[in-house]
């Protein structure tokens, strides 16, 4: 049992909101760990990022209003994917070129 | 006469603030218009953006600040081109996936 949470759909999503979600560390960490399979589905907590849980929260709510990744909310947790066919049929690259750009995350 | 503007080395470059700097839609069409001819100098008001000069001045000066643009100043105008061997040797590809991302500029 479950439930997605609410996402633009791949019209919707705009380039301002997502350049603007990968503008920070943290978030393009998420997004680099996902991208390193994009079949996995992660929780929030295994990403190994050193925030408060609300601030957490907060960017994982940023990158999922900007449709860059979907969240399940199987009520104990939130499982975390990559939407790539989403960045890539809208934005080509783009991902790519932003996760490439930085030091390869361990 | 005139003077080159304050700006980032290339080592200083940070994904963060050219991703920042590139979530705008007008930062965006000026990035666009340079591009397609990384040769040219244009001036500020060359880019038909329908802003008051105070925010035509801010935009600029937040893509001069995170190494983007380069900006001349002649006095009577100021002369941008976009660092595009910068760009290309931190970030490959990424300031034209973001070009190519949107619909053609005119």
Redesign the interface.
């Known amino acids: 049992m479950g439930d997605w949470l609410p996402e633009p759909t791949r019209a919707q999503m705009s ?3 997502v ?2 979600a ?4 943290h978030r ?1 960490r998420i997004v680099a760990m996902l991208a390193a399979d994009v079949e996995q589905r992660r929780t929030c907590t295994s990403f190994g990022l050193t925030l408060a849980k609300s601030n957490r929260t907060h960017h994982f709510r940023m990158l999922r209003e900007a449709g860059v990744v979907r969240q399940w909310d199987a009520g104990n947790a939130k499982l975390n994917l990559l939407r790539v066919d989403d960045l890539e049929a ?5 991902h ?3 996760v ?3 030091p390869r995350i361990a």
């Open positions: 380039l301002d909101a350049l603007h990968l503008s920070d560390p393009r809208r934005f080509p690259g783009l790519q070129a932003i490439a750009a930085e």
